[in-house]
């Protein structure tokens, strides 16, 4: 059943964004809850890009306790690291395309109320909407079927023929039965044909083969995010001569997708199978509430610091040239830019203050870096470990660390210069690397 705790929530506005600090616990889920609940009477979406990966899946767990009849989503990452030789697994691929379709689907019985993503997943460039509506279709029980139709559009959506079905993206044909596992789908299905009609559609159970329960229909997607009939091929091919310098046909990628065959890893190859990429900010639509959980700017410059550096390892390679990041992701001014298109609500961090109540959190906060010396200074450590959030106001030798364990009325709170006096300093505490003083012993006697 439903929370019936209420909180007060903001009025948002398009192209605006209104701040809140982030709430103890649990509270953070029920807000968006309540928040996502009054969007989709609406008929709004709810878009939560985190911070951290982990607060993604967290708040997917607890809104769906707090609103039961909310229908969340998450859009999972590709869990490769930028540049990698080898393909995301099609477990994830399944998940990010059923999410992607579930986003588009609005008010429809199949589509979703809450889009949770994570920060540095947003910033990947995706294929466009157009490329999802063309290649996903759908049959029913008592529809004619082409069998040979049927499996060239598996083939040209991505689908991989086997000889027994067992994860997304493959399917096998035997004599008049015909087992796919459609990406997206929980389950794989058993198709039935008596001649060119479907006479049933079962489920089954991949571990075991049988057949589970019957379904009316079945909704296949396309096996990757990218195309692979002729005309993509032959765009590909014709983009990486245009954007990629060298001799294509060094390149053993180019002469595979030449050859129909999908090379691992070329999934950051994701623009030359299209004129134009998309964002997920494409998928949303523009009347989408878009909450920003967190502090996203760290986030965002580790991830690009990160994709830079291995650029710069891997650019040069004849063999396997790689595009610019900037053809790959979003940079972190443009997400700003396509966010301010939308109603946003920023969730972040409450600043405390030593002595005084929690400030309010904004977005022009000043954080002051910490120099090498005072880091690592034993003051400052102990201190910082009790008083997080002074550790970047904490100074090196001989100011101290401006965050006394005990506070004392001669602190001034949390500034760079608020190193007490000598005689306001709690006598418990002692500066770093000092000696106790010793005590003076009373001479041996004499023997």
């Not at 006598?427 to 010793?438: E, F, G, H, Q, V």
Request: aromatic letters at 10%.
């Amino acid at each position: 059943m439903a929370f019936s705790v209420s909180m007060d929530l903001p009025k948002l506005v398009p192209g605006r964004r209104y701040t809140l600090p982030r709430p103890a616990g649990s509270a953070d889920s029920l807000l968006l809850a309540q928040l996502a609940t009054r969007e989709k009477a609406a008929r709004r979406l709810t878009a939560i890009v985190t911070a951290d990966a982990t607060d993604a899946q967290r708040l997917i767990d607890e809104m769906a306790f707090f609103a039961p009849d909310l229908r969340c989503a998450l859009f999972p990452d590709w869990e490769t690291l930028p540049y990698d030789t080898f393909s995301p697994h099609q477990d994830l691929i399944s998940e990010r395309l059923a999410t992607l379709w579930r986003i588009q689907q609005r008010d429809k019985d199949t589509g979703a109320d809450v889009v949770v993503v994570p920060a540095t997943t947003a910033l990947y460039r995706l294929a466009p909407p157009a490329f999802l509506a063309g290649y996903t279709f759908h049959f029913k029980v008592k529809q004619k079927l082409d069998e040979a139709r049927l499996k060239g559009q598996l083939t040209l959506a991505g689908y991989s023929h086997v000889t027994q079905v067992v994860s997304p993206g493959e399917y096998a044909v035997r004599g008049g039965l015909i087992d796919l596992f459609p990406m997206g789908s929980p389950v794989p299905y058993r198709v039935d044909l008596f001649d060119d009609e479907i006479d049933s559609i079962r489920t089954f159970d991949p571990d075991s083969q049988r057949s589970l329960y019957p379904v009316p229909e079945v909704r296949l997607l396309p096996g990757r995010e990218f195309p692979m009939d002729d005309g993509a091929r032959a765009k590909f091919r014709s983009r990486w001569r245009e954007l990629l310098e060298g001799d294509p046909t060094k390149s053993r990628i180019y002469k595979d997708i030449g050859n129909g065959v999908a090379t691992a890893g070329i999934e950051y190859y994701l623009p030359l199978f299209f004129d134009d990429t998309a964002t997920v900010f494409d998928y949303l639509g523009a009347d989408a509430t878009v909450v920003l959980h967190g502090d996203l700017e760290p986030a965002f410059q580790h991830f690009w610091q990160d994709t830079k550096e291995r650029y710069r390892l891997v650019q040069g390679d004849p063999e396997r040239p790689v595009l610019a990041p900037e053809a790959l992701f979003l940079g972190i001014e443009p997400f700003y830019a396509r966010a301010n298109e939308h109603a946003q609500l920023a969730i972040r961090p409450a600043v405390v203050v030593l002595g005084g109540a929690p400030a309010r959190a904004s977005t022009t906060s000043r954080t002051v870096p910490i120099s090498r010396s005072s880091a690592t200074s034993p003051w400052c450590a102990a201190p910082t470990s009790r008083w997080p959030v002074c550790r970047p106001t904490c100074a090196p030798r001989p100011t101290g660390c401006c965050c006394w364990p005990r506070a004392t009325a001669g602190a001034k709170a949390c500034s760079t210069s608020c190193a007490p006096a000598a005689s306001t300093r709690p006598p418990s505490t002692r500066w770093p690397n000092s000696r106790p003083a010793r005590r003076k012993s009373a001479s041996p006697p004499p023997r």
